[in-house]
């Protein structure tokens, strides 16, 4: 498991450092289509459970928004416009016969603003002054996090953090994976500083974003195995091997964005 979790992470690595490097309609695009994948999965996670979400409008809001973000980051006219679409469908799916068509449409509601609301921060947050750099900060301090809490964890952990969503993880786990984090990311600052990272991005603005993500989005990873568990499926997908599906992989990865943005612009601009 480790050894395909390892192999994945240096293929996806390499990838991801191009696209954000990259930046413009080519981040956007490869983004949409990764949490397209990502809403797929999770209209299949709730069809497991008995929910019929409305699977094409979940996938293609999800895809659109992102998109739309990239083009124009005030494009919150989309979100409306989706649960307006979406209510028409599930009351047709009622007069259908569908009896639980209004759980569906709270299910297909929850998929769009879950999904794309908060990956469309990965737009706006490379949209940034030194963006670029933000964002290749951020995403490694999320694997430092999941990293070092595997590792630590996997060897060390004793003391259960969850009793039912999560029996596996650990306080030493989560507790070494904040400190991952919040040590790997300044550090990778210093190595970018090599490379031509702004100096106003600061050893210990690295530091508070590697803390506050190694902190907070292991919930993401928890809201994610707590829908798993509730349907009974251990992988949202198989895409990743090691890692399970989109969803799966993204489930912190959906919080970094919009916690690093609102840091960011509150705390150090």
């Known amino acids: 498991m480790l050894l395909q979790r390892l192999l994945v992470s240096l293929v996806m690595l390499p990838v991801s450092l191009i696209v954000v490097l990259y930046g413009g309609w080519l981040y956007a695009v490869v983004l949409a289509v990764f949490f397209a994948i990502a809403a797929s999965e999770y209209t299949t996670l709730m069809k497991a459970g008995g929910h019929r979400p409305a699977g094409f409008i979940v996938i293609s809001a999800v895809l659109l928004f992102i998109l739309a973000r990239q083009w124009d980051e005030n494009s919150w ?4 416009l989706a649960i307006m679409v979406t209510m028409i469908y599930h009351v047709w ?3 259908r016969g569908r009896d ?12 769009i603003f879950y999904i794309a609301v908060l990956a469309s921060y990965y737009i ?3 949209a940034l002054p030194n963006g670029m750099w933000w964002v290749l900060l951020t995403l490694p301090a999320i694997m430092f996090a999941d990293s070092g809490a595997y590792l630590i964890g996997s060897r060390f952990g004793r003391h259960k953090l969850t009793r039912r969503v999560s ?10 994976g904040i400190l991952s984090s919040a040590i790997g990311t300044p550090l990778l600052a210093l190595v970018y500083y090599q490379f031509g990272m702004d100096a106003q991005i600061t050893w210990w603005h690295a530091a ?5 993500l190694g902190v907070l989005t292991l919930f993401g990873d928890l809201g994610v195995s707590m829908l798993k568990r509730q349907v009974g499926v ?8 090691g890692h399970g599906g989109i969803f799966d992989r993204t489930d912190s990865w959906l919080w970094g964005a919009p916690l690093a943005y609102f840091l960011i612009i509150w705390f150090f601009q």
Do not use: C, M, Q
């Open 167 to 176: 029996p596996k993880k650990s306080w030493e786990g989560y507790i070494g």
């Open 124 to 126: 706006v947050l490379r």
């Open 93 to 95: 799916a009622y007069d």
């Open 234 to 241: 251990k992988d949202t997908g198989n895409v990743l091997p």
């Open 77 to 80: 006219w989309l979100l409306p």
């Open 208 to 212: 508070l974003l590697g803390l506050v």
């Open 100 to 111: 639980e068509a209004g759980t569906d449409f709270i299910t297909s509601i929850a998929g």
